[in-house]
C-alpha cells in the first residue's frame, strides 16, 4: 500500500470515486473569499482561521448554517446577527459555486461509457442544496456520499467505508480522486487505490483514457 499520497493507480479500478472541490468544482475564488471577510467584518487571517476551524462539524452536518456561523463569530470574540449570518451563508454558497467544465465533460463521458463513478465531498447542507438545484451531472454518479448526510467528512475513515458499503465494493476496486494528499492517505489506509488530483490531462492518462 502507498503511504505517501502519490498516485497508486496501476491496474484498472472498476470504480473511480471523486472528490468534488478542487477537482470537479473549483475551490473558493479569491473574489469570493474577499466577499466573505468583509460580510464577516473581520481581519483576514483571523476570519480564515475561525473559518476553517470550526468547519469539520457544519461539513458533518453536525450542525446547521447559522450554528456554523455563531461559532465562527464566537472564536471571533464577536457577534453575527440573524441578517449577518444570512449574508455569510449566501457570500459561502457563492464562493464555492464555480464548475471545472473540462472536468464535467469527464464525468460525462466516463457515464456515457457505463463507468461506474461516485461521489464523495466534504459540503454543508446549504451548498449541497445549491448544487442539487444547479447541475444535473450529479446525476451521474452511482453514489453521491455527501458529507453532511452520511455524518462522515474527509479525513475520517467512516467517510470511505460508508462508501465502500454503499458500493458494496471491496476497497481494492476504488480508485480516490482528491487534490489533498491527507484525503488520499486516508484513503489508501481503508484499503482503497489513490490518484493524486493535479489536471484533468493527468488524470485521463491515468485511467486509460485518451488525453
Not at 473569499?33 to 453536525?62: C, H, I, N, S, T
Not at 490518484?195 to 488525453?211: D, N, Y
Request: proline residues 4%; contains cysteine; glycine residues 8%.
Amino acid at each position: 500500500m502507498n503511504t505517501t499520497g502519490t498516485d497508486t493507480t496501476t491496474g484498472t479500478a472498476h470504480t473511480l470515486l471523486f472528490d468534488m472541490f478542487g477537482v470537479i468544482a473549483r475551490h473558493q475564488s479569491q473574489d469570493g473569499k474577499d466577499r466573505l471577510a468583509r460580510v464577516a467584518g473581520a481581519p483576514e487571517a483571523a476570519f480564515w482561521d475561525a473559518y476553517w476551524g470550526v468547519r469539520q462539524p457544519y461539513d458533518r452536518g453536525d450542525v446547521t448554517g447559522p450554528a456554523y456561523w455563531r461559532s465562527v463569530a464566537d472564536a471571533l470574540g464577536t457577534r453575527f446577527d440573524e441578517e449577518r449570518i444570512a449574508r455569510l451563508v449566501e457570500a459561502d454558497i457563492a464562493s464555492w459555486s464555480a464548475v471545472d467544465d473540462t472536468m464535467v465533460a469527464l464525468i460525462a463521458e466516463l457515464a456515457a461509457a457505463g463507468r461506474p463513478i461516485a461521489l464523495l465531498s466534504n459540503i454543508p447542507e446549504e451548498l449541497t442544496a445549491h448544487y442539487e438545484e444547479r447541475h444535473f451531472w450529479l446525476k451521474h454518479f452511482r453514489v453521491r456520499a455527501f458529507s453532511c448526510r452520511i455524518g462522515h467528512a474527509k479525513p475520517e475513515p467512516g467517510a470511505y467505508l460508508w462508501c465502500l458499503d454503499a458500493l458494496d465494493a471491496a476497497p481494492e476496486s476504488v480508485l480516490f480522486v482528491d487534490d489533498r494528499e491527507e484525503n488520499i492517505r486516508a484513503a489508501e489506509a481503508v484499503g482503497m487505490r489513490g490518484h493524486l488530483f493535479t489536471s484533468p490531462a493527468r488524470l485521463r492518462e491515468a485511467i486509460g483514457l485518451s488525453v
